[in-house]
């Protein structure tokens, strides 16, 4: 898992019918200077990351990437990333 915070969503014209329901966000990965409130956003790539928990802009979120994506679908399902949780609060100490 990884942290992220929710920079925005993205719209679709047409979904396939196994996303219905949700919505996609575009997330800021975390790293230590995020997590330490030393930098608001990362300078990484911006993932777009599928959503069924309701996030919204401004969360901050745990996310999966890769093959385990698509585990919580039935079927076999094309998704590169999805939101597995809504932080309410955190707590990080970096490595000394």
């Known amino acids: 898992m990884k942290p992220g915070t929710v920079i925005g969503t993205v719209t679709f014209n ?4 196994q996303f219905r329901g949700g919505s996609w966000l575009m997330v800021s990965p975390m790293g230590t200077e995020e997590l330490t409130g030393q930098r608001a956003y990362g300078q990484a790539s911006t993932p777009v990351v599928y959503d069924k928990l309701g996030a919204g802009v401004g969360d901050q979120i745990l996310y999966v990437e890769g093959a385990e994506a698509s585990m919580p679908f039935p079927q ?6 999805i939101n597995v949780a809504i932080l309410d609060t955190y707590e990080f100490s970096p490595p000394q």
């Open 76 to 81: 076999p399902t094309p998704l590169d990333a």
């Open 14 to 17: 047409q979904i396939a019918p």
